[in-house]
């Protein structure tokens, strides 16, 4: 390796900040589960799908193999420990709805519930999965989607509105900075 270069110690480093959700499940005898997850991006517009990598260990795997559908809850800066919390604790051994009091309202076109603190929802039905290593890639069909009107438009985020929260590294999150617009010049 070349003497200005480093090899960080994981790959995926090169590839955060990323945006972080809530993903809400149901799961077997009427529990409800929450956890964060930032390994999720858009696939296609037509049919309006997107796909999240879950860890085949974790308790939401279990509810959404018994489910097959969940909520993907946007949390905002202000939910930072939350989400640590409930990305770092598992639905198999506490409740987490209950312990870190995670307020929940019916959604709109699924029977699974939304995080009704959440800055915008997505509802989601798996259409298909793939298993790679350790995570069973879900692939979902957007069932239905909306956002806060006092920190969106039709065109998505006001971002002096909504901090939306990305995940870094560890307990390490970030907010969105500056709004850069191409074709102009690029402020230093
Ligand atoms: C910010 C953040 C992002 C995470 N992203 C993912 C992810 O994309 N996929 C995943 O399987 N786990 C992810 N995790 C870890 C899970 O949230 C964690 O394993 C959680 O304990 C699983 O909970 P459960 O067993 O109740 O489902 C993330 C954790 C944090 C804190």
């Known amino acids: 390796m070349g003497l200005d270069e480093i090899k960080p110690k994981k790959f995926y480093y090169l590839l955060h900040p990323r945006p972080v959700v809530v993903i809400v499940t149901k799961c077997a005898n009427g529990k409800i589960n929450a956890m964060s997850a930032s390994w999720i991006t858009p696939i296609s517009e037509d049919p309006p799908t997107i796909a999240v990598a879950i860890d085949r260990a974790s308790f939401t795997h279990e509810c959404l193999e018994y489910s097959g559908e969940a909520t993907i809850n946007i949390p905002s800066s202000s ?3 939350l989400v640590y919390e409930i990305g770092t604790t598992s639905g198999r051994e506490i409740d987490k709805i209950s312990k870190f009091r995670i307020e929940l309202t019916t959604s709109k076109r ?13 509802e989601v039905k798996v259409d298909r999965y793939i298993d790679v290593g350790e995570v069973r890639l879900y ?22 509105r909504a901090s939306i929260l990305h995940h870094g590294v560890g307990r390490g999150f970030y907010t969105i900075g500056k709004l850069l617009l191409a074709g102009g010049s690029i402020p230093t």
């Open 79 to 81: 939910h930072i420990n």
């Open 139 to 160: 692939i979902f069909n957007v069932i239905e989607y909306y956002m806060r009107k006092d920190v969106a438009s039709e065109w998505g985020w006001d971002t002096r």
């Open 110 to 122: 699924i029977t699974t519930p939304r995080w009704s603190e959440a800055l915008g929802w997505l």
